[in-house]
């Protein structure tokens, strides 16, 4: 029997966060037309338009600061609020680095995480204390991490305790201006600039530039342009899916173990700004999930299935928050691994924009 298309996960929350997840959602919606909330809101976007045009004011004058690390830095973030694709950007980015031998390490607000302060993210680190996507980017690129609201701060903790890193790559970064930057890639996905209007009558965290900056380009993680900014569009796809306990073990995904699951009754869980995007790349290899969309960042407090549950596959987003240990009954956890593979031309661009790794000034004569 075709399972639903929905799953309503157990009623763990209390009233107040369920009312606020509601008007969450609402938010998010109206911000791809400018519908009555949009224009309820919009004295309150002006306001934060501008501030935001203050403190870049305050920038150009020099009367805030820009800190220069002693290593070149690129910045992945986005001009929209919630994800758009910019983790999976900075993993392709360390690869494609890596290859040019450069010694990457990466760092981070931590968004989602209670670190108050400069934290490490290492293998045993929760992702409740450093973030979801930051334990995500280590344990998948193996590449030093360190999470802090102030990144030069995070940056030159980075450096001291790894002092091979040559090249940081700031995850988020785009709107904190006090780490200066060597190049920037702006990540957008399909919903683009949604309608054009500042937070929080729309979702821009600032005004869609006409021009882009010196050294700034722009990745769409969709299958075309969402904005008329000139960019590149990445490709995307599902590697293959792992046990959960294999994956904490770092057992590589198998396309293999995507195909067996067909025909099984799947429960496809996603606590991601996008879960129907992940929900239709399963479909696309040909599984017939129920779809369990939870709020992003969700803390897995509760496991969100019934213990009877066969089949539950979730993303590594999700599965940062998933020690086999706290698995309960016979459920089977799987994990779909997502690819992100960047146009040639982008790393043409990167590659005339950064200076040849020392490694290779070593060799030269």
């Given at each position: 029997?075709?399972?639903?298309?929905?799953?309503?996960a157990?009623?763990?929350e209390?009233t107040?966060?369920?009312l606020?997840?509601?008007?969450?959602?609402?938010?998010v919606?109206?911000?791809?037309?400018r519908?009555?909330?949009?224009?309820?809101?919009?004295?309150?976007s002006?306001?934060?338009?501008?501030?935001?045009?203050?403190?870049?004011?305050?920038?150009?004058?020099?009367?805030?600061?820009?800190?220069?690390?002693?290593?070149?830095?690129?910045v992945?973030?986005?001009?929209?609020?919630?994800?758009?694709?910019?983790?999976?950007?900075?993993?392709?980015?360390?690869?494609?680095?890596?290859?040019?031998?450069?010694?990457?390490?990466?760092v981070?607000?931590?968004?989602g995480?209670?670190?108050?302060?400069?934290?490490e993210?290492?293998?045993?680190?929760?992702?409740?204390?450093?973030g979801?996507?930051?334990?995500l980017?280590?344990?998948?690129?193996?590449?030093?991490?360190?999470?802090?609201?102030?990144?030069?701060?995070?940056?030159?903790?980075?450096?001291?305790?790894?002092?091979?890193?040559?090249?940081?790559?700031?995850?988020?970064?785009?709107?904190?201006?006090?780490?200066?930057?060597?190049?920037?890639?702006?990540?957008?996905?399909?919903?683009?600039?949604?309608?054009?209007?500042?937070?929080?009558?729309g979702?821009?965290?600032?005004?869609?530039?006409?021009?882009?900056?010196?050294r700034?380009?722009?990745?769409?993680?969709?299958?075309?342009?969402?904005?008329?900014?000139?960019?590149?569009?990445?490709?995307?796809?599902?590697a293959?899916?792992?046990?959960?306990?294999?994956?904490?073990?770092?057992?590589?995904?198998?396309?293999?173990?995507?195909?067996?699951?067909?025909g099984?009754p799947?429960?496809?869980?996603?606590?991601?700004?996008?879960?129907?995007?992940f929900?239709a790349?399963?479909?696309?290899?040909?599984?017939?999930?129920?779809?369990?969309?939870?709020?992003?960042?969700?803390?897995?407090?509760?496991l969100?299935?019934?213990?009877h549950?066969?089949?539950?596959?979730?993303?590594?987003?999700?599965?940062?928050?998933?020690?086999?240990?706290?698995?309960?009954?016979t459920?089977?956890?799987?994990?779909?691994?997502?690819?992100?593979?960047?146009?040639?031309?982008?790393?043409?661009?990167?590659?005339?924009?950064?200076?040849?790794?020392?490694s290779v000034?070593?060799?030269?004569?």
């Open positions: 029997m075709r399972p639903s298309r929905h799953w309503a157990p009623v763990a209390t107040t966060l369920t606020r997840n509601s008007f969450q959602a609402r938010l919606r109206s911000w791809t037309t519908g009555p909330l949009a224009w309820l809101l919009l004295p309150v002006l306001c934060y338009a501008l501030a935001v045009a203050c403190r870049h004011a305050l920038y150009r004058a020099c009367l805030l600061r820009t800190e220069r690390l002693p290593v070149p830095v690129v992945v973030g986005n001009l929209v609020a919630g994800g758009a694709g910019k983790t999976p950007t900075v993993l392709a980015l360390v690869s494609l680095l890596r290859g040019w031998g450069w010694t990457p390490g990466v981070s607000r931590g968004h995480g209670r670190a108050r302060s400069l934290q993210v290492t293998r045993d680190t929760s992702a409740a204390l450093c979801d996507e930051p334990l980017l280590h344990l998948r690129s193996g590449a030093p991490v360190v999470v802090g609201r102030n990144r030069p701060e995070a940056g030159r903790e980075l450096l001291r305790h790894y002092p091979e890193v040559n090249i940081l790559l700031c995850d988020d970064g785009l709107q904190h201006r006090k780490l200066a930057r060597d190049v920037q890639l702006i990540v957008f996905d399909e919903r683009g600039a949604g309608n054009g209007w500042l937070l929080p009558a979702p821009l965290r600032e005004p869609l530039p006409n021009v882009l900056p010196a700034t380009m722009v990745i769409y993680n969709a299958n075309t342009p969402s904005t008329n900014l000139p960019g590149f569009i990445a490709q995307r796809s599902l293959g899916a792992t046990p959960l306990s294999a994956w904490w073990a770092g057992q590589p995904p198998e396309l293999e173990a995507l195909t067996a699951l067909v099984r799947l429960l496809a869980v996603a606590g991601v700004s996008q879960p129907s995007r929900f790349m399963l479909r696309a290899h040909g599984l017939h999930i129920t779809e369990c969309p939870l709020p992003d960042h969700h803390d897995y407090s509760s969100p299935w019934p213990v549950t066969p089949d539950v596959i979730v993303t590594e987003k999700d599965a940062v928050k998933l020690p086999p240990q706290i698995l309960t009954g459920t089977r956890v799987w994990v779909a691994r997502l690819d992100l593979q960047l146009a040639p031309a982008v790393g043409s661009l990167l590659s005339q924009w950064l200076p040849p790794p020392p000034h070593k060799l030269c004569p």
